[in-house]
Every structure is written in C-alpha cells, then in structure tokens.
C-alpha cells in the first residue's frame, strides 16, 4: 500500500513539472533573444529544462498542482500552458517587429535594399540598415536585461495564472490586434526622419532637374542620397536608443495585461 500511495506521489509531481516545463518552454520557441533562431534547439531545451527546475520548487510552495486525471484533460492542458508562455515569447516579437519593418523602409528610401544579407537573428534576408537596426536592438535588449524581465514574467504568470487554470479573455485579440498595428505605427516612428530627409532631398532634385536639365540627376542623387540617409542615421541613432526604452516598456507593459486578461 506504501509502495502505491509513494507512487500516486511521484506520478503527480512528475505531471505537475511536465506542466510547468511546457509553459517555460513556450518563451523559448520565439520570444527575442531567448527564442532567436541561430541558438542550437538543443540549448534552448536545456534552457527551458533549466528555468523549470528552478520555478518547480516555488510554484509547489504557492499553491498545490493537481494534474488531470485523463490523458485527454492532460494533453488539453499542456496546450494551454504551452499557450501562456508562447504568448509571453510573441508579445516581445511582435513588439521587436517594429523595428524590422523600420529597417526594411529606410533600406528602401536610402537605397540599401538591393543589397540583401542574411540576418542571423531571423534567419531571413534584410538590408545593411535592417540587420543593423536588429542587432542594435537586440544587444540593447540583452544589456538592459531584458531577457531577465522575459523570465521574470514567466515566473509571474505561474502567480496570476495557476497551473491549469486558463480562461479565455474576448480582450485578448483586440490586445494582439493593437499590437500588431503598433508594428507599422511604430515603424513609421523610426523610419520617420530618414523618410523625411530623402524626401526632401527627392523634391530638391526634382526642383534642380527643372532648372539645369543638363544635368544627369541620376548620377547625383543616389550618391546624395546615401550620403543624407547615413548622415540623418547617425544623427538620430542616440534618439533611436531612448525610443528602445519606450518600445521595451510598451512590451513589458502588454504582457503584464495579456497575463491579467487570461487570469481572470
């Protein structure tokens, strides 16, 4: 009977990490840094194996798990828990997108875009200002510890969420749709002077072109061209960093709200 009952225990301590091991496991498919594409899968499954060794303890003393009795409620459990920390990982993507598309819009107006590199982080072509922009981004979000503040909103959710206890909040994709706007809007915000700058440049040779018709325009201009768009690039990178802190606050900020809408 002791052998039973030590095994019923057992059972259900192995259940309840395998759950907490799924949740943690859901920042790690694409959350920035964490879940970046040009880290070995192996490491980010001893990553996630590791982050759950060290929540396991702490979530057992807050409340006690108790694992579904079915395979069917199981395995409709660790869909959700798989959910809650994916989600956590696909606010700060969404949220990092802004800057891609940024990069991808400058490329365009200075004229950087025909020339294309693979950008490790993504695993995708980007031009020289894009792969730039990101891994601008990405250094300022591991110095600022934002990778810490990933974790710690997974350790977080484990309080307002408890194991097994998901609801589902009709909030939740208006907030996902807001985020998703906030790519383009915060885009523009980024690509903003640099789109400006070549636009006056565009109009000034357009003025020139009228009045010195001699003149090969095409010959000047994209020189020019990727002269202000460096220029304007290096001017506002100081700015560009104070956007960072907004952008990253932003972030933080959704998935506090998208972890309270799913724990009511």
């Known amino acids: 009977?002791?052998?039973i009952d030590l095994f019923d225990i057992l059972q259900g301590q192995v259940a309840a990490f395998l759950l907490v091991l799924t949740r943690s496991s859901g920042i790690f498919f694409i959350s920035p840094f964490l879940g970046s594409m040009n880290i070995s899968l192996k490491i980010r499954a001893c990553a996630a194996i590791l982050v759950a060794v060290i929540i396991f303890?702490?979530?057992?003393?807050?409340?006690?798990?108790?694992?579904?009795?079915?395979?069917?409620?199981?395995?409709f459990t660790v869909v959700k828990e798989l959910f809650i920390g994916w989600l956590i990982g696909l606010i700060g993507y969404i949220t990092l997108a802004a800057v891609n598309m940024a990069g991808k819009i400058m490329d365009?107006?200075?004229?950087?875009?025909?020339v294309q590199m693979m950008d490790p982080t993504t695993q995708q072509q980007s031009g020289m200002i894009g792969t730039f922009l990101n891994n601008l981004t990405?250094?300022?979000?591991?110095?600022?510890?934002?990778?810490?503040?990933?974790?710690?909103a997974l350790a977080e959710s484990f309080r307002i969420i408890p194991i097994d206890s998901m609801v589902w909040n009709d909030s939740l994709p208006q907030l996902?749709?807001?985020?998703?706007?906030?790519?383009?809007?915060?885009?523009?915000?980024?690509?903003?002077p640099v789109t400006f700058a070549i636009l006056l440049t565009n109009v000034g040779l357009g003025i020139l072109a009228?009045?010195?018709?001699q003149m090969n325009i095409f010959v000047v201009g994209i020189p020019?061209?990727?002269?202000?768009?460096?220029?304007?690039?290096?001017m506002v990178l100081p700015f560009y960093i104070l956007f960072l802190d907004v952008i990253f606050n932003e972030m933080y900020a959704n998935i506090s709200i998208a972890l309270k809408a799913l724990g009511n």
């Not at 365009?108 to 025909?114: I, L, S, T």
């Not at 020019?224 to 290096?234: D, H």
């Open 1 to 3: 009977m002791t052998e």
């Open 224 to 234: 020019m061209q990727l002269m202000i768009g460096t220029t304007m690039i290096s």
């Open 138 to 152: 990405l250094i300022y979000f591991v110095v600022t510890n934002g990778h810490y503040v990933i974790l710690s």
């Open 108 to 114: 365009m107006q200075v004229g950087f875009a025909v």
């Open 176 to 192: 996902m749709i807001d985020l998703t706007a906030g790519i383009f809007i915060n885009g523009m915000k980024i690509a903003m």
């Open 57 to 75: 303890p702490v979530v057992v003393k807050m409340y006690t798990i108790h694992a579904p009795a079915t395979t069917i409620m199981f395995a």
């Open 210 to 213: 009228r009045t010195m018709p």
